[in-house]
C-alpha cells in the first residue's frame, strides 16, 4: 500500500548561514553604524537586538530577506513581542517552529478526510503525519490539495514508498 509523510521540517545550517550573513552585514553598513545590531543564536531561538526599534526593525527585515534567499520558509517563524530596554533600546526573541503540533496534525488529517478520496487515511506518528492509500494517483491528489491549502507551517512532503 503506498504511503508518504507529511513533516515541518527547517534546514538549521541554512538559517545559521543567514544568521551570519545577517550580522555581518550588520556591521558593514552605515546605517547600522554604532546600533550594537546583532542576531544571536541558541537552540531554537534567535534574539534580535538593536539600539532602537527602527534599527531592529530593519535588522529583522535583513534577517528575512536572508532567509528567503537561502530557502527558509517565512512560516517557520514565531515573533514575539519587541521588548524595550534601556536608553531606547530594543529586543526581539523569534522562536525557530519545527514539526508539526498535534492541533495542525488534526487538522491535517481532518482536511485529508473531507477531500473524500476513498482508501486514503492518516496516523499522526510524533511530529509527522503518515497518509496511505490504495492508489499513488489518489496519494498525488492528496498533496496536490495540501500544497495549495495553507496550514500557516511549512510543508514537506518525504518518504514516497509505493
Known sequence: MPTFDVV??????????AL??????????????????SVELSGLEMTLS?????????????LEEKLVKREVSLKCLDRQAVI???????????KIVAGISSDKAKEINRFIKDL???GVSGSIQGDSLRV????????????????????GIPLQFNNFRD
Open 8 to 17: 515541518s521540517e527547517v534546514n538549521i545550517q541554512e538559517v545559521k548561514n
Open 20 to 37: 551570519d550573513q545577517t550580522n555581518r552585514e550588520a556591521t558593514t553598513r552605515f546605517d547600522f553604524k554604532d546600533t550594537n545590531s
Open 50 to 62: 538593536s539600539s532602537s526599534q527602527d534599527r531592529l526593525k530593519a535588522l529583522e527585515q535583513v
Open 84 to 94: 524595550e530596554g534601556s536608553k531606547g533600546s530594543a529586543r526581539r526573541t523569534i
Open 116 to 118: 473524500g478520496l476513498k
Open 132 to 151: 496511505s492509500g490504495k492508489k499513488r494517483d489518489e496519494l498525488q491528489n492528496v498533496i496536490a490539495a495540501l500544497k495549495e491549502r495553507d496550514f
